[in-house]
């Protein structure tokens, strides 16, 4: 007879089987997708596709716009606007009308630290403006569908922005949650319910390695809330194969490459991961 100890090492491994296997040790039954209560990012996750990665190719920065962009027209760009909305004690370049951020201190949410921000060649790149959702992690999940206006929106969206320790956003670069998180734990929570408003806002969809670990952050904060935005309306994308090139060029979708929404491999004739390139 087993020891008592031998039974629970079985148990044990007879719980990780399950767990790994994605059912149920009663009713064999694949598990309950976990979520939070009304209006939580937890809650919103489990309405976000979990697809897999499209290919980077054709990415690049210009494709979400020439830079920052004055999308709400008050005079002042959208890096001046988020350094004014995140940073305190802010002073700004005369003639600016109170615009270019000369000075200020930012509370770093990343790392905890405080951050003195003084503009100029060498010092500005202390304090950096994140896109929360990277842009070429967005290209990879779905943005690479949309028209260049919807690109350039998101990319000046401040649900999206956040003002961060610089060499703390170059360490991120393109990484989604399952790749990096904040050194400051105590903003995860947070950060990772930026990224699920993000997501959910636009339509993108996050991989099955990003939403495990977005719900491990997450199942530490099941109430964490959403921060603002609205979902915005839905620009049309393929819904199945596209049966010829035709139907792909007319979508804007051609050249087309394999993962992307509508590829058919009947359409790539040399076998190259492309299809209706010519």
């Given at each position: 007879?087993?020891?008592?100890?031998s039974r629970r090492a079985l148990?044990?491994?007879?719980?990780?089987?399950?767990?790994?296997?994605?059912?149920?040790?009663?009713?064999?039954?694949?598990?309950?997708?976990?979520?939070?209560?009304?209006?939580?990012?937890?809650?919103?996750?489990?309405?976000?596709?979990?697809?897999?990665?499209?290919?980077?190719?054709g990415y690049e920065r210009d494709?979400?716009?020439?830079?920052?962009?004055?999308?709400?027209?008050?005079?002042?760009?959208?890096?001046?606007?988020?350094?004014?909305?995140?940073?305190?004690?802010?002073?700004?370049?005369?003639?600016?009308?109170?615009?270019?951020?000369?000075?200020?201190?930012?509370?770093?949410?990343?790392?905890?630290?405080?951050?003195?921000?003084?503009?100029?060649?060498?010092?500005?790149?202390?304090?950096?403006?994140?896109?929360?959702?990277?842009?070429?992690?967005?290209?990879?999940?779905?943005?690479?569908?949309?028209?260049?206006?919807?690109?350039?929106?998101?990319?000046?969206?401040?649900?999206?922005?956040?003002?961060?320790?610089?060499?703390?956003?170059?360490?991120?670069?393109?990484?989604?949650?399952?790749?990096?998180?904040?050194?400051?734990?105590?903003?995860?929570?947070?950060?990772?319910?930026?990224?699920?408003?993000?997501?959910?806002?636009?339509?993108?969809?996050?991989?099955?390695?990003?939403?495990?670990?977005?719900?491990?952050?997450?199942?530490t904060c099941p109430g964490e809330?959403?921060?603002?935005?609205?979902?915005?309306?839905?620009?049309?994308?393929?819904?199945?194969?596209?049966?010829?090139?035709?139907?792909?060029?007319?979508?804007?979708?051609?050249?087309?490459?394999?993962?992307?929404?509508?590829?058919?491999?009947?359409?790539?004739?040399?076998?190259?991961?492309?299809?209706?390139?010519?």
């Amino acid at each position: 007879m087993p020891s008592p100890s031998s039974r629970r090492a079985l148990a044990a491994l007879g719980v990780a089987v399950a767990l790994t296997s994605g059912c149920d040790l009663v009713t064999g039954a694949a598990p309950a997708p976990v979520t939070g209560p009304p209006g939580s990012a937890l809650e919103t996750l489990a309405t976000v596709d979990v697809r897999g990665r499209g290919p980077r190719t054709g990415y690049e920065r210009d494709e979400f716009g020439d830079g920052w962009v004055d999308t709400d027209r008050n005079g002042c760009d959208t890096r001046n606007d988020v350094l004014a909305r995140d940073l305190t004690g802010e002073t700004f370049v005369p003639g600016s009308r109170d615009c270019v951020v000369a000075t200020a201190t930012l509370d770093d949410p990343y790392s905890g630290r405080t951050i003195a921000f003084r503009r100029g060649e060498g010092t500005s790149e202390a304090v950096q403006i994140d896109h929360v959702v990277a842009l070429s992690d967005a290209w990879q999940k779905g943005a690479r569908q949309w028209d260049d206006a919807r690109r350039t929106q998101f990319a000046n969206d401040p649900l999206n922005l956040l003002a961060v320790d610089g060499p703390l956003n170059m360490q991120k670069g393109d990484g989604d949650a399952a790749t990096w998180l904040p050194p400051d734990r105590s903003y995860r929570c947070a950060y990772v319910a930026r990224q699920v408003a993000v997501k959910a806002t636009y339509g993108l969809w996050v991989t099955q390695a990003e939403h495990d670990a977005m719900v491990a952050v997450l199942g530490t904060c099941p109430g964490e809330p959403l921060p603002g935005g609205q979902p915005l309306p839905a620009q049309e994308t393929p819904q199945g194969p596209f049966p010829d090139c035709a139907a792909a060029r007319a979508a804007g979708a051609a050249p087309l490459r394999e993962g992307e929404p509508g590829w058919n491999p009947a359409l790539d004739g040399d076998g190259d991961g492309v299809g209706c390139e010519s």
